[in-house]
């Protein structure tokens, strides 16, 4: 009877997670886009500047200079990513896999920040820049650095799922 009334607990309970994302990193567009202009430079340090810079394509600005329509395309893949994810945590029981969870969530807020970027302007609002003398990384954003993180949650979870796992078995 008690089920009936209460479902499940889900991992979706770790959408706020997604939901920090996604503010945390509007908000730090919107920032850089109303204190840079565009190609702009503000130096942090010695190898650290923010620099505003807009990015048609995908990591590295892959397909940067496709034409326009890798616009949609990384829309399109960014909501089917989404909904994957979302079914993903929805499967999951919302105790006993937290690694696998936050970095689920946060790959979720990274894709659908980044998503909101290309709908509103057709590209992605990027503006943390590394380098080392002449040497310069390409430039980043939040959303950027929660899907690293969470690539790299799901890969230590998986690893340290079959730890787990080959340790059960002997």
């Known amino acids: ?22 503010a ?23 190898m650290l500047e923010l620099t505003r810079l807009h990015n048609t ?12 329509w890798q616009r949609w395309f990384f829309v399109i893949l960014a909501g089917a990513i989404s909904v994957a ?13 937290p690694w696998l969870s936050i970095g689920l969530a946060l790959i979720l807020g990274g894709a659908i920040g980044n998503a909101i970027d290309r709908l509103a302007h057709g590209f992605v609002i990027d503006f943390l820049h590394f380098h080392w003398q002449q040497w310069y990384y390409p430039a980043f954003n939040v959303a950027d650095i929660a899907i690293t993180t969470g690539a790299i949650m799901l890969v230590i979870d998986a690893l340290w799922h079959t730890q787990r796992t080959k340790a059960d078995s002997t």
């Open 1 to 22: 009877m008690k089920d009936d009334i209460f479902p499940r607990a889900t991992a979706l309970a770790w959408l706020w997670v997604s939901a920090l994302v996604i």
């Open 24 to 46: 945390l990193d509007q908000f730090t567009k919107w920032f850089i886009t109303n204190q840079l202009d565009l190609y702009e430079v503000f130096p942090l340090g010695p």
């Open 57 to 68: 394509g995908a990591a590295f600005s892959l397909l940067a200079h496709a034409g326009g």
């Open 85 to 97: 994810i979302s079914w993903w945590l929805y499967t999951l029981p919302a105790r006993g896999h």
